[in-house]
Nanobody
Framework: QVQLVESGGGLVQAGGSLRLSCAPS????????MGWYRQAPGKQRELVAS???????NYADSVKGRATISRDNAKKSVYLQINSLKAEDTAVYYC???????????????WGRGTQVTVSS
């Protein structure tokens, strides 16, 4: 069964940077839109950034100018770089992707299990 696997979270000091990575655990045919969401304690999950199959990007206002989302289509991977981290960036970050498992398959939405990012002030 295909899963999205995230990596790169951890404890970071305010003002620092981090880079999150995400890729499917198995062989898939194609990955379409991909994105990163986050959920802070007591809050709803929110979009951080998204990237389409042709690399058009979209960012939440809270991270504009500090975050860069990118993808490697050969590796079917997505990355999120956030600079100038703030305490309010503390959250569990989830990878999301629309994946086609085979050439005859339609796209299906997948979520990763999440990776904790904690920013210390």
């Amino acid at each position: 069964q295909v899963q999205l696997v995230e990596s790169g979270g951890g404890l970071v000091q305010a003002g620092g940077s981090l880079r999150l990575s995400c890729a499917p655990s198995g062989v898939v045919f194609r990955v379409n839109d991909m994105g990163w969401y986050r959920q802070a304690p007591g809050k709803q999950r929110e979009l951080v950034a998204s990237i389409t199959a042709d690399s058009s990007t979209n960012y939440a206002d809270s991270v504009k100018g500090r975050a860069t989302i990118s993808r490697d289509n050969a590796k079917k991977s997505v990355y999120l770089q956030i600079n100038s981290l703030k305490a309010e960036d503390t959250a569990v970050y989830y990878c999301n992707a629309v994946i086609r498992l085979g050439i005859a398959s339609s796209g299906r939405n997948y979520w990763g299990r999440g990776t904790q990012v904690t920013v210390s002030s």
